[in-house]
């Protein structure tokens, strides 16, 4: 059973950085879909970013520019590298993956796209 373990999140100022991590644990694809999502309180849950075992990567329009995904195929880690955080990031972020490539590159940012296998969470917190 895969279990993917968030970590990285904490509370930092606007304009500050942060590097979540995801640790898929007993991952044998060599197919994959990754992302990043989040909930900020009172809101639906979104997808952030997303990346393909081909490489391909896609990111929604409030932190294009700002944030980047990145995946370590060895060890099966997950990154989000955040960069000029905004109050507005401040949310749970959620790892989420499934073992088929993704739909498409544009579908997996759509709200309600389905991942098979999600972490706990870990929370970010921006400060103005």
């Known amino acids: 059973q895969v279990q993917l373990v968030e970590s990285g999140g904490a509370s930092v100022q606007a304009g500050g950085s942060l590097r979540l991590s995801c640790v898929a644990s007993?991952?044998?694809?060599?197919?994959?879909?990754m992302g990043w999502f989040r909930q900020a309180p009172g809101k639906e849950r979104e997808a952030v970013a997303a990346i393909d075992s081909d490489g391909s990567t896609s990111y929604s329009d409030s932190v294009k520019g700002r944030f980047t995904i990145s995946i370590d195929n060895v060890k099966t880690i997950l990154y989000l590298q955040m960069n000029s955080l905004k109050p507005e990031d401040t949310a749970m972020y959620y790892c989420?993956?499934?073992?088929?490539?993704?739909?498409?590159?544009?579908?997996?940012?759509?709200?309600?796209?389905?991942?098979?296998?999600w972490g706990k969470g870990t929370l970010v917190t921006i400060s103005s």
């Open positions: 989420a993956a499934q073992t088929s490539r993704c739909l498409s590159m544009s579908v997996v940012l759509w709200p309600g796209y389905g991942m098979d296998y």
């Open positions: 007993t991952w044998t694809s060599s197919n994959y879909c």
